[in-house]
């Protein structure tokens, strides 16, 4: 059984998932608006990430016999700028979504709901990853951005990530 507040924590958590996944859909198409498909290709695989950490925590909440509470999703913005603009908007979101992730944490603990706490320590692991990726792209946005053939094969090398369903281990 979950108690109301840890509930009520990862029902907020779901929502901001979402949320990043609408964030993230709305830069994809941007990016796809001005010819970047591979800075597209990476945002949409992003979004679908997302997803799966919305999902992740639905199925935990079902899981201990709690009550799943979808909230309305806030629209994202749809005019953007530079890439390196957008990236660093992703950094911060990220960043956000980590203080809210710890949260998550510091409230199972004060709880004494251990299997949130190790539950959630899985999300900590995946910001510090997302928090890292999204960095080393902004460092060779401000290296090499301003010269469109080098941002040529930043795209191309964004081209090839590939989805890979994110599930809970
Ligand atoms: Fe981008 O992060 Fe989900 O959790």
């Known amino acids: 059984m979950i108690n109301e507040k840890i509930q009520n924590v990862l029902n907020a958590q779901i929502n901001k998932e979402f949320y990043s996944a609408y964030l993230y859909l709305a830069m ?3 990016f796809d608006e001005i010819g970047l498909s591979g800075f597209s290709n990476w945002t949409k695989i992003q979004a ?7 999902m992740i925590l639905f199925d935990f909440i079902i899981e201990r016999n709690g009550k799943v509470e979808l909230s309305q999703i806030d629209v994202p913005e749809t005019s953007f700028g530079s ?3 957008i990236f660093e908007k ?5 960043k956000y979504v980590t203080s809210s992730i710890n949260c998550v944490a510091s409230m199972s603990d004060e709880e004494c709901d ?10 900590i692991a995946e910001q510090v990853e997302e928090e890292r990726n999204v960095y080393k792209i902004i460092l060779k946005l401000k290296m090499f951005g301003d010269d469109k053939s080098a941002l040529f094969h930043i795209d191309k090398e964004l081209n090839s990530r590939e989805y890979n369903l994110h599930v809970y281990k």
């Open 28 to 30: 994809s198409a941007h």
């Open 90 to 94: 992703i950094y911060e979101h990220e």
């Open 114 to 123: 251990l299997a949130a706490r190790n539950f959630i320590d899985w999300y």
């Open 83 to 85: 890439p390196l603009e």
């Open 48 to 54: 679908r990430e997302e997803v799966d950490h919305g």
